[in-house]
Each structure stands twice: as C-alpha cells, then as structure tokens.
C-alpha cells in the first residue's frame, strides 16, 4: 500500500511571479465558454413568452393564452411540455458532465472546451430549423451536452491557468460571460419579438451558435493548463507553459508542488472510488453537493430563464416582461462585478454571507407583496404602474445578492477545493449536481407556481436561509491559497479536521 501523508506545520508558499498579458488573455477567451450558458438560460424564458412559439409547439398554453382575461395568473404557463423544453437541457448536461470528467483528465481541459463548441454549433442549428417538437427538444439536449462539457472543463480551466493571488477574480469571469450571455439573450429576444412573420424565434435560438463559434475558435488558440499537462506526463512544456504564464524564469516552487501532486495522482487507480470512499475528501465532498444544490435552490433560474414568463404571469404585458428582463440581466451583469472586485480581497465566505442575507429578504419581500396583490386566487386584472416597478427593484436587488455571491462563487468555491488526483472527477460530481436540480427547478416551476402561489417564493426563502447557515458554520475561507495547497483549510476547520486526521491511504500501482 502506497501511503501519503500531510505535513501540518508549513503555511502555504507564496509562489513569485506576475500578472502577465498573456494570461488574462487566455483566461479572457477560456472563460467565454460561459458564454454559451448564459445565452440559453436568457433565451429560454423569452421564447416561450413568444405567440408564435408557442403556437407552433405548445398550442394549448397558446389557447389559454388567448382565452384567459381575468382568470388564474399563477397559472398561465403551466405545461409539462413547456417546462420539458426548458429542463431537458439540463437533463443532458447533467450525464454530459460526468463523461466530460474522462474527456477532461485524459485529453486535457481544452479538448473539451472545444467539444462544447461544437456539440452546442449542432443544437442551435438544429433549434433554429426544428419544424416538430421532437426536433426541437433533440436540439435542446445537443445544446446540453454541449454546456455539460463546458461547465465540468472551463472553471478548472480558469481555476489552474490562474496566479493564485487572482484566482478568485479570474475564475468568476466564467460567471460574468454567463451574465453576458443572459443580457445578450434578453436584448435579442426583445427585438426578434417584434419580427413580422412570426419567425423572430428562430432567429434567437439560431443565434445561439454565436456564442459557439467563439469558444470554438478560442479552444483553438489557448494551450492547456500547466497542471493538466503535468497529469498528462508533459512535464517539460507544462514548466515552459508555466514560466510564460507567470512571466518569471523562478517557477521551481509551484512546478515541484505540481509534480508532488501529480504522484499523488499517479497512485490513484480509480479517481472516482477515492472520491467517494476516502474519508480525507468528505469535506470538499460535501462541499461540491451542497453548494451547487444551494445554489439552485436560491430560485435564482426561476427568476432567469422564466423572468419573461414570470413577469407575463405578474400581469405585465409582454413587451413589459422583456424590458424588465433585460433591466434584470443589466443589474446581474454589472452586479459580477463586485465579486470580481471583492473575492480575492474580502474573502469567498464573506461575500457568500451577505448575499444570502440580501437575497433572504428579499426573496420574502417578493412573496409578501405578491400575496398581498394576488392573494390565493390570482385573479387580477390591473397591475398599477407602482406595483410592478417594486416588484422589479425587489427581483433587481436580489439578483445582485445572488450575482455577488452564490452565482459565481458557486462555481469558483468547489472548482478550487480539491487535489489533482480527483479534481476532475469532482468538477463532474459539482456540474451534476448542479444541472440536476437546475432540471428539478425547471420541470417543476410552473406547475409549482400554479399550486403553491406565492407560497413558491416562501419555499426558496426558506432554502436561501439554510445555505446562509450553513456557510456561517461549515464554509471555510479559500481566498489567498495555492491550488495545490488548498487541503490546509479543511485541516484547521473546527468540524471537517476530523475527516483530516488520518493520512491519505491509496494503493500502490
């Protein structure tokens, strides 16, 4: 049995080297593979707000558009077919990342950023051109494997490229092309509504190939990460790569880190069995499960690929609905910001805290004024002008708790917590889960609104206290430290040391 043991005393290195312009380039052009998440989580919601949409593949939520003047508005859109063209995405994406983890340790973070391109290239084209639903959920599944290799490759791409100093800025502009992609989506959405003809629709989920070709043509040009060459035994260009990124010639420290991590690597014969069955990994374990459950349970996907479709069911017209989305995904855009500004200086765990505050009062601020207008019935007619602007800055502020927060940090947290030896497999397990609920919150949504009312928003509020809870007792800080020396946290935790104690035991090959 090949043994690996910690050592407890040393504090993490502080590794020399520099901001360079080559790697905020690659990390620029390596993050806009969120892109293509956010442009589909805004296109979505848009589309199916649209008549001539709906009329073609849903035609009874279109009838019961059409027929209803003062009935139920919780239950405008509830369709079980409707939500399966929202969620099946996600399904895809979901069993997509588990095999992107394979793809990603075997032939590089790269390869499979490049395979997103593609696959997502395919569903849009085949979106753009769907003249049966059949054809248009085949398009949606094809977008989901597509971001399923996206997602499991670009935040450890981002996360590894990245001085460990910048990390956390770096890695969240994954999460600022997705708000990039969301506004894009929403502002195209509001003009193709206005297409004569009734084809405007295609033109938006067709325009979902834009996105595509450029983190297509960025995987072309980026090099892999140091590290995952190193796991690939190219330790020469991985030390060449590293000096280049990091513009010094002293690079030994980190190099010799990334070899020691890389025979650790080596030992593990089944990255997946160790994950699950070795105790030394619980805590990040736990980590990668809880925090993107969490994060889908904010709500925070209700809010952004049904706004337009929520805002319709408030009672807004649906011109209002569209600009109220696009002044959503406006607010979440520049509310990234403040977490790239704040996440290497105040910490991940703060910023987690007080945007679970925010989006806590919030969110219940939403469920009291839509039960108070509402009621239980849902039976409105008028929507005073005062009303519906409250309930935009409500929605607004709550997306900036969730955009300075759980929305980047979300994915930047796990992708940083574990060794190299199942790093990979455990950004898989982070994506799984991740789209797993992100599918249980789309399929369900509607039909959750139509029964539950504005109870729906209380039932999110409750989750978002939870999680804030959580992080204040069980979060430890990441901010400041090496990659590679990151098992360091867990080990002066007051509760996951335990897991800590005993050394890693693998066996020998």
């Excluded at 050592?7 to 080297?17: A, F, H, N």
């Excluded at 369709?79 to 588990?98: C, G, N, R, V």
């Excluded at 090099?223 to 010639?249: C, F, H, W, Y």
């Amino acid at each position: 049995m090949g043994v690996v043991s910690f050592d407890r005393g040393s504090p993490p290195p502080s590794y020399p080297g520099k901001l360079t312009p080559y790697v905020l380039l690659t990390v620029l052009a390596g993050a806009a593979g969120g892109l293509i998440f956010g442009y589909d989580l805004g296109i979505s919601g848009g589309v199916t707000s649209m008549a001539p949409f709906l009329e073609k593949f849903f035609p009874d939520v279109y009838e019961r558009q059409q027929s209803i003047t003062s009935t139920n508005q919780y239950c405008k859109f509830n369709s079980p077919t409707l939500q399966l063209f929202t969620s099946s995405l996600y399904l895809a994406a979901l069993f997509a990342s588990l095999a992107a983890g394979e793809v990603t340790k075997k032939f590089g973070r790269r390869i499979s950023m490049m395979m997103a391109g593609f696959i997502f290239l395919f569903g849009a084209a085949l979106n753009a051109g769907a003249v049966h639903l059949s054809m248009l959920i085949l398009g949606r599944i094809l977008l989901g494997i597509g971001i399923g290799f996206a997602n499991q490759s670009v935040p450890l791409y981002l996360s590894e490229m990245s001085p460990y100093n910048y990390r956390g800025r770096f890695n969240i502009c994954f999460q600022l092309m997705i708000t990039i992609g969301i506004l894009c989506a929403n502002l195209i959405n509001f003009g193709t509504a206005k297409i004569s003809g009734g084809w405007g629709w295609r033109l938006s989920l067709g325009l979902a190939g834009v996105p595509a070709v450029i983190i297509l043509i960025a995987s072309f040009f980026l090099s892999d990460t140091p590290n995952s060459m190193v796991q690939r035994g190219r330790e020469i260009e991985a030390k060449a790569l590293l000096k280049r990124i990091r513009g010094v010639d002293n690079v030994d420290a980190e190099f010799n880190d990334m070899l020691a991590a890389k025979n650790e690597a080596d030992l593990v014969e089944s990255p997946w069995r160790n994950l699950f069955g070795t105790k030394c990994y619980r805590p990040q374990l736990a980590m990668s499960i809880l925090i993107p459950f969490f994060q889908q349970f904010t709500g925070i996907n209700v809010i952004m690929f049904y706004a337009p479709v929520l805002f319709q069911s408030l009672g807004f017209g649906s011109d209002a609905s569209l600009i109220s989305s696009v002044i959503t995904g406006v607010v979440n855009m520049f509310a990234t910001g403040v977490s790239i500004y704040g996440s290497d200086r105040w910490g991940r765990r703060s910023l987690f805290l007080e945007g679970g505050v925010q989006m806590f009062i919030f969110q219940s601020l939403i469920a009291g004024l839509i039960g108070w207008r509402f009621g239980v019935s849902g039976n409105v007619t008028d929507i005073p002008f005062w009303f519906a602007a409250v309930v935009v800055v409500c929605i607004c502020v709550y997306v900036m708790g969730f955009a300075w927060s759980w929305g980047p940090l979300g994915w930047l947290y796990p992708s940083e917590i574990f060794p190299l030896e199942v790093r990979s497999a455990a950004q898989s397990v982070t994506v799984a889960v991740n789209m797993a609920f992100t599918f249980i919150v789309g399929q369900c949504f509607l039909t959750m609104l139509c029964s539950m009312k504005y109870g729906l928003f209380i039932f999110f509020a409750f989750f978002v206290a939870v999680m804030t809870l959580f992080c204040y007792f069980f979060m430890p800080e990441t901010k400041n430290i090496p990659i590679e020396e990151m098992t360091q946290v867990w080990r002066s935790h007051w509760f996951w040391k335990r897991f800590m104690n005993e050394p890693k035991i693998r066996p020998s090959p």
